[in-house]
């Protein structure tokens, strides 16, 4: 995914493509999960729908003009005004909850709006039980390549346990759906360490997974969020969670299981077929600048890092960009320098040093080289070559190893 | 000067919280000796941390003006004195100075330990007992009961002892007409050798260390030569004066006044509470009775925490002392903590005010380890070692035996609690005297105790059990031999000396159980496991482990939100930072202060 680029950055980690990364947020589910904290909710009320769709519409033009001065040099040479863009993410939420139509004309405005390259990633989050072969044929006649399916398991037990509304066979049946429209590209979210689940359980799930031929999986360990249903259930003696010896088990499981099937982990939860991995995702951890619309949506971009409101009512009747802005972080050298290091540190290959080095300006081993030592010495990370990468046990305990990127 | 038979020298005691500050404020606002408005809350108290707390530590003194009911005006001198156990000895020093005491007893609580403790060291100093039962204004006043308590306790009459409410400012001149009436004028020859007590002193930037004196005989003032009896040192006399209560200059101090004296005096401690001053050239014959040199009882270790600068806590440690003839201060260095100093403290109070200015007067950042008493070891040689500090305790071979201080202590308790307090002492090697009923629902138990038994946590816990009505009150008796022992704390077998204490052999055990499992709980996970240890010589007696983290992940990286995840990992990193590093294991500094708390669920 990343070039080696001899231009160096005028600050800040020079974009691999220069391209944007969209990300649109439908905040929307038919019901919540137990063990959901992120920004969504429980509303089926098509007039909000269509009024929130109208204002990421609004917000996909008002944030162009933004937009168009963070692209690349080379870019703009061509004197382009739209800011070119070569991957989309419609995420949630439960993005396939809403319309069809509500979703092409988003994905309308943005082709309008914004020059997207025409090999682009497209990718929609779907949760089955909310999709059929119709959906996905207006999916991908309005572009559509890539979906990301939220399978979490294909257990009656743990599909309870999480709160999920759907089957394992409607999984079976969407991921099914979606072949037949011709839509290839397809990725599944698995999650272990729920009580109950067993190592039987998780290896059951992943073969399960893997027997759909998908492209892609990622791999998530339930975490119980403060505030959110599970949490309280838990505090309530509920259920007892997943020992972390056993956690690690499935996961080390996983990462071989998944190996044998022809997936490789390139990112602490996500494995992919060679060529497949998310090419959106992966402007997170590479510094790419990506810009979010909608619900508590998050940006980086020209060096700054924006996030939107997360209160539905003060987006709905937000009548600016600003009044959709919750705050805006100028990240400082710094900053840049710590991010590129621990987002970077994510994947599997972990980050080039050299690179570093020819973005900041900066010798990472001046900066860094005592931490990175000690890191070294304690077994979680590993040099080879240009890179540094977490080890097998780095994966285990990446915080531990982040911290120490951090600076003061 | 004014006339001796109208001068009225007095204290207020009480117990803690019994509102003896209230009243030293309401005295000075009644005598216009503070205007209303210029008037703070307690204004004698004037450190934050008094105020705080509530407590005087630093005493201080007023002139005051009274026109008497019989038309007379009268020099009263209020002389607030230190309010607790640590600072006995100065209290009685200030009592020395008065003829009488204005003893203050919550009309809603009755009398405390403190109570009867303060009221003992009047009468050892012959003063005349006004009592004044305040707070009357609170529907839970019973007055007539509490004075019954005073004659039962105290056996004084409290036959028209005023009733006050000195929070509302009731009741004030009949205070002041009881010390007109009862307190003694001050007796002493204005024209013989001069003799002055030293009850207080404090240094001044300016003047040098102005001292607080009571002039017995004689009279004193600027330009005269004086002579401090102990060290038999010379000064010359640059300014006399009283407190009104800013400084007011004066022509001279003479028998039966109370003012300062300030002489060019370089330090605190070379003007000691309870010296005698008299003039060089016309020396009085024999200096006033009861000087006695401040001995620290209880030291502990002060070490800069990391990131703080050992310079700057030497600086601090050197202007506190400056003013604190009690705070003793030695270079320590230890291998866990570094460079840092052995402090003697006159009691735990006293140790807890002096870190608390540290931290708060000073901003600094310090670690202070175990509080240790003294004791004295007798070496098979025959010689005899005082040792505060763990780490100098000989070898075992070498030693014959340990005595240790014991002190004797008041406790007195309403008498649910008693069966608590009595399995508490006993729990800490106490020895019960006697045990009398003071009214029918409150007791007052004598004991000995060790003193190294009262320094750890005693205080809290008796406040603990007795749900805050428990009072205390002690005194050093005696040493007596003693099987003491040094616990030694190991953390991933390696021993850490900051954390070593000097123990009861019977209490090894326990403590050593008790800190194991508190740094097994305040340790955070390390990638490996970690040994924590209690150990006597090389024998281990208690064992806990911090067992080691698997899983430090996070698995998730939402829709691009860097920033949450950031913020966690600069919180744990700002976690980090407050560690202290003891070869691969890293230990929260709160974890030195944590061992010696009490622990209510122990």
Same mark, same amino acid.
């Given at each position: 995914?990343?070039? !080696?680029? /001899?231009e160096?950055a005028?600050y800040g980690?020079?974009?691999?493509?220069?391209?944007l990364?969209l990300?649109i947020h439908i905040p929307?589910? *038919?019901?919540k999960c137990?063990?959901?904290?992120?920004?969504?909710?429980?509303?089926?009320?098509? /007039?909000?729908?269509?009024?929130y769709?109208l204002k990421?519409i609004?917000?996909?033009?008002?944030?162009?003009?933004a937009?168009?001065?963070?692209?690349?040099?080379?870019?703009?040479a061509?004197?382009?005004?739209a800011p070119?863009?070569d991957?989309?993410?419609i995420?949630?939420?439960?993005?396939?909850?809403i319309?069809?139509g509500?979703?092409t004309e988003?994905l309308?405005?943005v082709?309008?709006?914004y020059r997207?390259?025409d090999d682009?990633e497209?990718?929609?989050?779907v949760n089955?039980?909310?999709?059929?072969?119709?959906k996905?044929?207006?999916y991908a006649s309005?572009?559509?390549?890539?979906?990301s399916?939220g399978a979490?398991?294909?257990s009656?037990?743990?599909?309870?346990?999480?709160?999920?509304?759907?089957?394992a066979?409607?999984?079976?049946?969407c991921?099914?759906d979606?072949r037949a429209v011709?839509?290839?590209?397809?990725?599944?979210d698995?999650i272990y360490g729920?009580?109950?689940?067993g190592?039987?359980g998780w290896?059951?799930?992943?073969?399960?997974a893997?027997?759909?031929?998908?492209s892609h999986?990622?791999?998530?360990?339930?975490?119980?969020e403060?505030g959110?249903?599970?949490?309280a259930d838990y505090?309530?003696g509920?259920?007892?969670?997943?020992?972390?010896?056993d956690?690690?088990?499935m996961?080390h499981i996983a990462?071989?299981?998944?190996a044998?099937?022809?997936f490789r982990?390139?990112?602490?939860s996500?494995?992919?077929r060679?060529g497949k991995?998310?090419?959106?995702?992966?402007k997170?951890w590479?510094?790419e600048p %990506?810009a979010?619309f909608?619900?508590?949506?998050?940006s980086y971009f020209?060096g700054?890092?924006l996030?939107?409101?997360?209160?539905l009512?003060a987006y709905l009747t937000?009548e #600016?960009e600003?009044?959709m802005t919750d705050?805006?972080?100028e990240?400082?050298l710094? /900053?840049?320098?710590?991010?590129?290091v621990f987002l970077?540190l994510?994947?599997t290959?972990g980050i080039?040093?050299?690179?570093f080095?020819?973005?900041?300006?900066?010798?990472f081993?001046?900066?860094?080289?005592e931490?990175?030592?000690r890191?070294?010495?304690?077994g979680l990370?590993e040099?080879?070559?240009?890179?540094?990468?977490? !080890?097998?046990l780095?994966l285990d305990l990446?915080n531990s190893?982040?911290?120490e990127?951090v600076?003061? | 000067m004014?006339?001796?038979?109208r001068?009225r020298?007095f204290s207020?005691?009480a117990h803690i919280?019994?509102?003896?500050s209230?009243?030293?404020?309401?005295i000075l606002?009644?005598?216009g000796t503070?205007?209303?408005?210029?008037m703070?809350?307690?204004f004698?108290?004037?450190?934050?941390?008094e105020?705080?707390?509530?407590?005087?530590?630093?005493?201080?003194?007023?002139?005051?003006?009274?026109k008497?009911? /019989?038309g007379e005006?009268y020099?009263?001198?209020?002389i607030?004195?230190?309010?607790h156990?640590d600072?006995?000895y100065e209290?009685?020093?200030?009592l020395?100075?008065c003829?009488g005491?204005?003893l203050?007893?919550?009309?809603?609580?009755?009398?405390?330990a403190?109570?009867?403790?303060?009221?003992?060291l009047?009468?050892?100093?012959?003063l005349?007992?006004?009592?004044?039962?305040?707070?009357?204004?609170?529907?839970?006043a019973e007055?007539d009961r509490?004075?019954?308590?005073?004659e039962?306790l105290?056996?004084?009459?409290t036959?028209g002892?005023p009733l006050i409410s000195a929070?509302e400012?009731?009741g004030?001149?009949?205070v002041?007409?009881?010390?007109v009436?009862?307190?003694p004028?001050?007796a002493?020859n204005?024209?013989?050798?001069?003799k002055?007590?030293?009850?207080?002193?404090?240094?001044?930037?300016?003047?040098?260390?102005?001292?607080?004196?009571?002039?017995?005989?004689?009279s004193?003032?600027?330009?005269?030569?004086?002579?401090l009896?102990s060290?038999d040192?010379d000064?010359?006399?640059?300014?006399v004066?009283w407190?009104a209560p800013?400084?007011?200059e004066?022509k001279s101090l003479s028998a039966?006044?109370v003012?300062?004296?300030a002489?060019?005096?370089k330090?605190v401690?070379?003007?000691r509470?309870g010296?005698t001053v !008299?003039?060089?050239d016309?020396p009085?014959d024999?200096?006033?009775?009861?000087?006695?040199?401040a001995q620290p009882m209880?030291y502990?270790g002060?070490?800069?925490?990391?990131?703080?600068?050992?310079e700057a806590?030497?600086?601090?440690?050197?202007?506190?002392q400056v003013?604190?003839?009690?705070f003793?201060?030695?270079?320590?260095t230890s291998?866990a903590?570094?460079?840092?100093f052995?402090c003697g403290?006159l009691g735990?109070?006293?140790?807890?005010i002096?870190v608390e200015?540290?931290?708060r007067e000073?901003?600094l950042?310090?670690?202070?380890t175990?509080?240790?008493?003294?004791?004295?070891?007798?070496?098979?040689?025959?010689r005899?070692?005082?040792i505060?500090?763990?780490s100098n305790?000989?070898?075992?071979?070498?030693?014959d035996h340990v005595?240790e201080p014991?002190?004797?202590?008041d406790i007195?308790?309403?008498k649910e609690y008693?069966? #608590?307090i009595?399995d508490?002492?006993?729990d800490r090697?106490?020895v019960m005297?006697?045990?009398?009923?003071v009214?029918?629902?409150?007791?007052l138990?004598?004991?000995e105790l060790?003193?190294?038994e009262v320094?750890?946590?005693?205080?809290?816990a008796?406040?603990s059990k007795t749900?805050g009505y428990?009072s205390?009150d002690?005194?050093?008796?005696?040493?007596?031999q003693?099987?003491?022992v040094?616990?030694?704390?190991?953390?991933n077998?390696?021993?850490?000396?900051?954390?070593?204490?000097?123990?009861h052999e019977?209490?090894?055990?326990?403590r050593g159980?008790? *800190? !194991?499992?508190?740094?097994?709980?305040i340790?955070?996970r390390?990638?490996f496991?970690?040994?924590v240890q209690?150990?006597?010589?090389?024998?281990?007696?208690?064992?806990s482990t911090?067992?080691a983290?698997?899983?430090?992940?996070?698995a998730k990286?939402y829709g691009?939100d860097?920033t949450?995840k950031k913020?966690?990992?600069?919180?744990q990193k700002?976690?980090k930072?407050?560690?202290r590093?003891?070869? #691969?294991?890293?230990?929260?500094?709160e974890?030195?202060t944590?061992?010696l708390? %009490?622990?209510d669920?122990?």
């Amino acid at each position: 995914m990343m070039t !080696t680029s /001899d231009e160096k950055a005028p600050y800040g980690a020079a974009p691999a493509t220069g391209a944007l990364g969209l990300y649109i947020h439908i905040p929307f589910c *038919v019901r919540k999960c137990r063990y959901c904290d992120y920004t969504s909710c429980e509303v089926g009320d098509k /007039d909000v729908h269509f009024a929130y769709a109208l204002k990421v519409i609004y917000e996909l033009r008002a944030k162009r003009a933004a937009l168009a001065g963070v692209q690349a040099p080379r870019f703009g040479a061509l004197d382009c005004e739209a800011p070119v863009v070569d991957t989309v993410y419609i995420g949630g939420g439960t993005p396939s909850f809403i319309e069809a139509g509500f979703v092409t004309e988003i994905l309308d405005a943005v082709y309008t709006t914004y020059r997207v390259t025409d090999d682009a990633e497209v990718t929609i989050e779907v949760n089955p039980g909310t999709v059929d072969e119709e959906k996905f044929r207006r999916y991908a006649s309005s572009g559509i390549n890539r979906i990301s399916v939220g399978a979490q398991s294909f257990s009656v037990g743990s599909l309870a346990f999480l709160g999920r509304i759907h089957q394992a066979e409607d999984t079976v049946k969407c991921v099914l759906d979606a072949r037949a429209v011709g839509i290839e590209n397809i990725s599944l979210d698995l999650i272990y360490g729920v009580p109950g689940q067993g190592r039987d359980g998780w290896e059951k799930d992943l073969a399960a997974a893997a027997s759909l031929s998908p492209s892609h999986i990622s791999i998530y360990d339930l975490t119980i969020e403060e505030g959110t249903p599970l949490h309280a259930d838990y505090m309530r003696g509920g259920f007892e969670a997943v020992s972390e010896e056993d956690d690690r088990l499935m996961y080390h499981i996983a990462k071989g299981y998944l190996a044998e099937q022809g997936f490789r982990l390139y990112e602490l939860s996500n494995s992919a077929r060679p060529g497949k991995e998310s090419r959106h995702n992966m402007k997170y951890w590479s510094m790419e600048p %990506y810009a979010g619309f909608g619900l508590g949506a998050h940006s980086y971009f020209g060096g700054l890092r924006l996030s939107n409101t997360s209160e539905l009512d003060a987006y709905l009747t937000a009548e #600016s960009e600003s009044d959709m802005t919750d705050w805006v972080h100028e990240n400082t050298l710094s /900053d840049d320098m710590s991010e590129f290091v621990f987002l970077g540190l994510r994947r599997t290959s972990g980050i080039e040093l050299s690179r570093f080095n020819s973005c900041f300006g900066r010798d990472f081993w001046e900066l860094y080289g005592e931490e990175t030592n000690r890191l070294i010495g304690r077994g979680l990370l590993e040099k080879s070559g240009d890179a540094l990468r977490l !080890t097998s046990l780095g994966l285990d305990l990446a915080n531990s190893v982040f911290r120490e990127y951090v600076l003061e | 000067m004014a006339k001796q038979d109208r001068i009225r020298n007095f204290s207020i005691i009480a117990h803690i919280d019994h509102g003896k500050s209230t009243l030293a404020d309401r005295i000075l606002e009644y005598t216009g000796t503070v205007a209303n408005r210029d008037m703070r809350e307690q204004f004698l108290d004037n450190m934050d941390l008094e105020r705080e707390r509530g407590i005087t530590i630093k005493l201080q003194t007023s002139r005051l003006h009274y026109k008497a009911d /019989d038309g007379e005006d009268y020099v009263l001198n209020l002389i607030d004195t230190p309010g607790h156990v640590d600072f006995t000895y100065e209290v009685s020093r200030s009592l020395a100075a008065c003829e009488g005491a204005v003893l203050v007893v919550d009309a809603t609580q009755g009398v405390e330990a403190q109570t009867l403790a303060n009221v003992y060291l009047a009468m050892n100093e012959d003063l005349e007992i006004v009592p004044v039962l305040n707070k009357i204004d609170l529907a839970s006043a019973e007055p007539d009961r509490v004075k019954d308590e005073i004659e039962d306790l105290i056996g004084i009459d409290t036959e028209g002892a005023p009733l006050i409410s000195a929070k509302e400012g009731l009741g004030i001149r009949d205070v002041l007409e009881a010390v007109v009436k009862h307190v003694p004028a001050p007796a002493g020859n204005a024209d013989g050798r001069l003799k002055a007590l030293i009850f207080d002193s404090y240094y001044d930037n300016y003047k040098g260390v102005v001292i607080y004196a009571r002039i017995f005989d004689g009279s004193v003032r600027r330009g005269d030569m004086i002579r401090l009896m102990s060290t038999d040192r010379d000064y010359e006399v640059t300014e006399v004066g009283w407190y009104a209560p800013g400084p007011v200059e004066a022509k001279s101090l003479s028998a039966g006044e109370v003012g300062y004296i300030a002489a060019s005096i370089k330090q605190v401690a070379d003007a000691r509470v309870g010296d005698t001053v !008299t003039l060089a050239d016309t020396p009085a014959d024999a200096p006033l009775k009861g000087y006695k040199k401040a001995q620290p009882m209880v030291y502990c270790g002060i070490f800069p925490a990391d990131g703080e600068k050992y310079e700057a806590v030497k600086d601090a440690i050197e202007k506190l002392q400056v003013n604190d003839a009690a705070f003793q201060f030695e270079p320590e260095t230890s291998t866990a903590l570094g460079y840092g100093f052995r402090c003697g403290f006159l009691g735990l109070l006293h140790m807890e005010i002096i870190v608390e200015r540290l931290e708060r007067e000073f901003d600094l950042s310090i670690i202070t380890t175990s509080p240790s008493v003294i004791y004295e070891v007798y070496m098979k040689d025959g010689r005899m070692e005082l040792i505060h500090n763990p780490s100098n305790l000989p070898e075992p071979d070498d030693m014959d035996h340990v005595e240790e201080p014991i002190v004797k202590a008041d406790i007195m308790l309403p008498k649910e609690y008693v069966g #608590s307090i009595m399995d508490l002492c006993q729990d800490r090697r106490g020895v019960m005297l006697h045990m009398e009923y003071v009214t029918e629902n409150r007791v007052l138990l004598h004991y000995e105790l060790p003193l190294n038994e009262v320094i750890y946590d005693f205080f809290d816990a008796l406040k603990s059990k007795t749900r805050g009505y428990g009072s205390l009150d002690y005194e050093f008796i005696r040493y007596q031999q003693s099987k003491i022992v040094k616990l030694d704390i190991l953390l991933n077998k390696e021993q850490v000396d900051a954390f070593s204490m000097l123990v009861h052999e019977s209490k090894a055990y326990s403590r050593g159980k008790f *800190v !194991t499992e508190k740094l097994k709980d305040i340790i955070p996970r390390h990638q490996f496991e970690v040994p924590v240890q209690a150990s006597i010589g090389q024998k281990v007696i208690a064992r806990s482990t911090v067992k080691a983290y698997r899983k430090d992940v996070i698995a998730k990286c939402y829709g691009g939100d860097i920033t949450r995840k950031k913020k966690l990992l600069e919180k744990q990193k700002e976690g980090k930072k407050r560690m202290r590093q003891f070869g #691969s294991v890293e230990v929260p500094q709160e974890a030195f202060t944590a061992v010696l708390k %009490y622990d209510d669920n122990k």
